[in-house]
T-cell receptor
Framework: GQNIDQPTEMTATEGAIVQINCTYQ??????LFWYQQHAGEAPTFLSY??LDGLEEKGRFSSFLSRSKGYSYLLLKELQMKDSASYLC??????????WGAGTKLIIKP | IAGITQAPTSQILAAGRRMTLRCTQD?????MYWYRQDLGLGLRLIHY???????GKGEVPDGYSVSRANTDDFPLTLASAVPSQTSVYFC????????????FGPGTRLTVL
């Protein structure tokens, strides 16, 4: 079967760095997405990785290792507005997105 | 303003009733999707459409139907609602069904009693 695993919840301090991990087992791989979802709102796109390595976009970076079926999202200089759920999704061989349950990130002052 | 709209925002429905959730996008995206989101579970694909005039079944299609008569609209119909269909429903679109990111509507919170 297809499976995306992420921690359910993480807590971090304002101004710090946090790494949210995602491991996957899917039928085929055509890219990995990270989305941010604030409570009661729609998911919004953060990053996309299809090749191994690190993609940096401002305070957010995303890493992919296809051989290990592993990705992480790195958030630097955490702000209170970063409190949200972070969703990992893998595009499978049929080009459909398979979604993890999301990681709820709580930022404390 | 470009984007995706969904209606209604929320709805309480009696079991057995028929309900259509509306979704409209003005980005001229070819592909559209319907997901449901339940607590503790990832987004699950209900139905999708790669282009106007075509539709396909996702992971959890039973009890739902869709149509794609034109590029902009992608309504989701529950023929006879059941309590297990209580969920938050998101419509999404992307330029193509390939590698493009998906853009999401604001969601419809549906409660079936």
């Amino acid at each position: 079967g297809q499976n995306i695993d992420q921690p359910t919840e993480m807590t971090a301090t304002e101004g710090a760095i946090v790494q949210i991990n995602c491991t996957y087992q899917t039928s085929g791989f055509n890219g990995l997405f990270w989305y941010q979802q604030h409570a009661g709102e729609a998911p919004t796109f953060l990053s996309y990785n299809v090749l191994d390595g690190l993609e940096e976009k401002g305070r957010f970076s995303s890493f992919l290792s296809r051989s290990k079926g592993y990705s992480y999202l790195l958030l630097k200089e955490l702000q209170m507005k970063d409190s949200a759920s972070y969703l990992c999704a893998v595009r499978d061989s049929n080009y459909q997105l398979i979604w993890g349950a999301g990681t709820k990130l709580i930022i404390k002052p | 303003i470009a984007g995706i709209t969904q209606a209604p925002t929320s709805q309480i429905l009696a079991a057995g009733r028929r309900m259509t959730l509306r979704c409209t996008q003005d980005m001229r995206h070819n592909a559209m999707y319907w997901y449901r989101q339940d607590l503790g579970l990832g987004l699950r694909l209900i139905h999708y459409s790669n282009t106007a005039g075509t539709t396909g079944k996702g992971e959890v299609p039973d009890g739902y139907s869709v149509s794609r008569a034109n590029t902009d609209d992608f309504p989701l119909t529950l023929a006879s609602a059941v309590p297990s269909q209580t969920s938050v429903y998101f419509c999404a679109s992307s330029k193509t069904s390939g590698v493009d990111e998906q853009f999401f509507g604001p969601g419809t919170r549906l409660t079936v009693l």
